[in-house]
C-alpha cells in the first residue's frame, strides 16, 4: 500500500507554503520500489505556451530521484545531486496530468543512483533521468536542521 512522504515548508518542487511551487505530494511504493506524484503543472511554468519548462520537467525528476532514498530511510539519509543526466523524448504539456516515476539503485553510505521518468496519463514517456546522489557538505546538511521540525506529511 503506498504511503505519502513528508514535505518541506518551502521547497519549490514540493512546499506546503511556497505560492510559487509546484506543491508535489509524493508516495513511496516499497512493494514496488518506487516513488510517485501525478500533478498538473500550471501554464505559467511553460517554456513555450502550452508545453512545460525543461528546467520545471528536470526539478521534478531531480526531485523523485531524491525522495527514493526516503524508501528506507529518512531525513538523515537525504542526499544531493552530484550529476544528472536527462532525455527529453517528448514535450510534456500543461494543464494535463502527469506522473513522475523513480526508481533507487545502488546505494551506499554515501552515494546513490536512481532513475525517474515522466509520463502522461497515456503512458507515454516524456523525459527519463538518471541521477549520482552524494552526501551534502557539512554547511549544506546544517542548514536542513532548521527545516526537520517543520517536514511533515500534510493533513489534506
Not at 518542487?13 to 508535489?24: K, Q
Not at 536512481?114 to 507515454?124: F, M, Q, S, V, Y
Request: proline share 6%; net charge positive.
Amino acid at each position: 500500500m503506498p504511503e505519502r512522504q513528508p514535505s518541506s515548508r518551502s521547497c519549490f518542487v514540493c512546499g506546503r507554503d511556497n505560492p510559487l511551487g509546484l506543491r508535489a505530494r509524493w508516495l513511496s511504493d516499497r512493494a514496488a520500489r518506487e516513488v510517485r506524484c501525478t500533478l498538473e503543472i500550471p501554464e505559467p511554468f511553460n517554456g513555450y505556451p502550452g508545453i512545460v519548462h525543461g528546467g520545471i520537467v528536470t526539478a521534478l525528476l531531480d526531485e523523485a530521484m531524491a525522495r527514493t532514498l526516503l524508501l528506507d530511510g529518512g531525513f538523515e539519509d537525504l542526499l544531493v545531486t552530484g550529476r544528472m543526466e536527462v532525455a527529453f523524448r517528448a514535450t510534456t504539456p500543461t494543464g494535463k496530468p502527469v506522473t513522475v516515476v523513480a526508481r533507487l539503485g545502488k546505494r551506499s553510505a554515501s552515494r546513490a543512483r536512481a532513475e525517474a521518468e515522466l509520463r502522461l496519463a497515456d503512458g507515454t514517456v516524456t523525459a527519463r533521468a538518471e541521477a549520482l546522489m552524494i552526501r551534502p557538505p557539512a554547511d549544506v546538511a546544517a542548514a536542513w536542521q532548521a527545516e526537520r521540525a517543520h517536514w511533515r506529511v500534510d493533513q489534506d
